[in-house]
Every structure is written in structure tokens, then in C-alpha cells.
């Protein structure tokens, strides 16, 4: 499945991106071990890439057809930047993502308004929209299922400052 976060500046992206990444470590039987980002994620057993060596592995991975995977990508814009057209290494890196359901894979991106490249925000499965609302230590949702078109959805998610150990928020995406 891909989930795309997406807000403007210090709006919660991270936060939640994190939030669900623990989730789905804890209760859904993803694995530390097989799980890549491009931040540090303060759960021993995972792995940080840089950018350059994330899209690379997300080819490896494609090319290996490795199962049970997260990707967590923070500034995906930065990495697949919104375009019309492709570039063959990264357009090879994202052809794994229409393959995820059936490898059981999860991607975990956020991206700014602008958004990301067209093959990419295809292949999007759920929009997050996140509004961070630090005096009331939550995240209020608007989650949009595009596969099948339901109206949104809202909700919050409290207590989000639980989450602040498990990666530092001012870390520079590189």
C-alpha cells in the first residue's frame, strides 16, 4: 500500500508518518529489520538511506521481489520531484510501487503541496492530510481513500507528543 502525507510546512507529516510506522511495527507484523527510511527512525533494527542510496535500494528491491518491506520517505517531493515526465532511474526505482499490494510492501511518503512526480501520486493508495495542533498535543486527519473513491474521512490523533523520541523532527532530509 502507499500512503502519501501531504501539508504544507510543520503541519504533522512526520509525526504521523511515524505514528503509523510504529503501528505497523507493533501491532501488524512489519519487522524493524526490513524497514528503510530517509530519516532516523529511533527503532533499532532499521535502516537510514540517504536519498540517493533509497532510490537505489527501492530498484535493488523491485529487482530481488523482497516482501514485508516499509519505506518511509520523508520530502518524497525531494527525492521524486512533481514532474510530467520521467527519469529512467528514478521512473525504475517507482515501478515497484504498482507492485507493493502483492508484495506486501507498505511506502510511507510525505510531500508538500506541490506534491510529486505523476507515477508516484498514480500510484498513491490514501492521502493524508495532517493540521498539527500543538497546544492541544494532537493531529487532526482528513484521509482521502482514492482507490475507492469514499468520501474523507477526519479524525485525530492525540497524545502525537509520544512520538517525538522515536525521530527528531529538525533532522535535514538529505
Not at 148 to 173: G, M, R
Request: glycine share 6%; with cysteine; proline share 6%.
Amino acid at each position: 500500500m502507499i500512503v502519501k502525507l501531504k501539508a504544507g510546512q510543520r503541519q504533522g507529516k512526520g509525526l504521523v508518518m511515524v505514528r503509523i510506522a510504529l503501528h505497523l511495527l507493533g501491532y501488524c507484523g512489519y519487522k524493524p529489520d526490513k524497514c528503510v527510511s530517509n530519516f532516523t527512525f529511533n527503532v533499532d533494527g532499521t535502516h537510514r538511506l540517504d536519498i540517493e542510496h533509497l532510490v537505489t535500494f527501492m530498484q535493488k528491491m523491485i529487482a530481488s521481489k523482497l516482501t514485508g518491506m516499509m519505506i518511509l520517505i520523508q520530502e518524497a517531493d525531494r527525492a521524486f520531484p512533481p514532474r510530467m515526465w520521467h527519469d529512467p532511474k528514478q521512473t525504475q526505482a517507482l515501478l515497484g510501487c504498482w507492485q507493493d499490494e502483492k508484495l506486501d510492501n507498505m511506502f510511507i511518503i510525505d510531500c508538500h503541496w506541490g506534491d510529486v512526480d505523476l507515477m508516484l501520486r498514480q500510484a498513491c493508495q490514501i492521502e493524508i492530510i495532517p493540521k498539527y495542533r500543538p497546544k492541544q498535543n494532537l493531529v487532526e486527519l482528513g484521509i482521502i481513500d482514492i482507490i475507492n473513491h469514499k468520501e474523507p474521512v477526519y479524525a485525530e490523533l492525540p497524545h502525537i507528543s509520544d512520538v517525538f523520541p522515536w525521530y527528531n523532527t529538525y533532522e535535514p532530509i538529505s
